[in-house]
């Protein structure tokens, strides 16, 4: 592996929507479980949660703590004893893998926005959203530590999008068309991506992107 720069910020970004992913799903079981719904307050109080918490770790833990945050690991921190280094495991730059996959979490972020509109949820069905979420955030590790096969999660959750966005086509309205386009065309840039970073020759050992 390449010593790298750091990365903090694309960190961050990975790491917030992480935390919206389980955080939101608490929420969700939480509603499913007491048989209520969601309010503008509680999807507000979601953010407010995950932007003090996250923003609190890069501020003023990250330095402090000998722990890795998920968005830290794919952002290439790795751990050299007690020290956090930056590691890039791939011969080319990250940054196509980082856009592509940032991408996907846009998308996977909107999965509880029915708390904010009071959309009944069901124990069965955050669950099962949560797996969905799961396997996405584990696909994003995998890429994070040089396994870029991870990125057929991506392009697996990104043609669950297209399923979803076809079978609710009145939730999307005009705009169905346009966002089965590119959440195809993210798919099929994941599998190009796994395809190039899995064949390209090893890097120097100059300071990789």
């Known amino acids: 592996m390449r ?3 750091p990365h903090s910020f694309v960190a961050w970004l990975f790491d917030w929507y992480i935390v919206t992913f389980y955080v939101g799903g608490l929420m969700a079981g939480y509603l499913a479980v007491t048989g209520t719904t969601g309010t503008e307050l509680a999807a507000y109080g979601i953010l407010g949660f995950v932007l003090v918490s996250t923003t609190a770790y890069y501020m003023g833990l990250v330095k402090r703590l000998n722990f890795i945050s998920p968005g830290e690991r794919i952002a290439g921190c790795f751990r050299d004893g007690n020290t956090k280094v930056w590691r890039n495991p791939y011969a080319l730059s990250r940054w196509p893998l980082f856009a592509c996959m ?4 846009v998308v996977a972020g ?3 926005g029915g708390i904010g509109v009071g959309e009944p949820y069901h124990v069965s069905g955050v669950l099962y959203y949560l797996l969905i979420l799961t396997i996405l955030t584990c696909s994003f590790l ?3 530590r040089g396994m870029v096969w991870g ?3 991506v392009a697996m959750y990104m043609a669950y999008a297209i ?5 609710e086509p009145h939730l999307y309205g005009t705009m169905t068309t346009g966002l089965v386009v590119l959440f195809a065309l993210i798919a099929l840039a994941s599998i190009g991506l ?13 300071i990789a992107a």
Request: charge should be positive.
């Open 3 to 5: 010593a790298s720069k």
């Open 102 to 105: 940032l991408t996907a979490a």
């Open 110 to 112: 909107n999965t509880w």
């Open 142 to 144: 995998l890429v994070g």
């Open 151 to 153: 990125m057929a999660g």
């Open 163 to 167: 399923v979803e966005a076809l079978r």
């Open 194 to 206: 796994w395809i190039a970073y899995a064949n390209a020759r090893p890097g120097s050992g100059a």
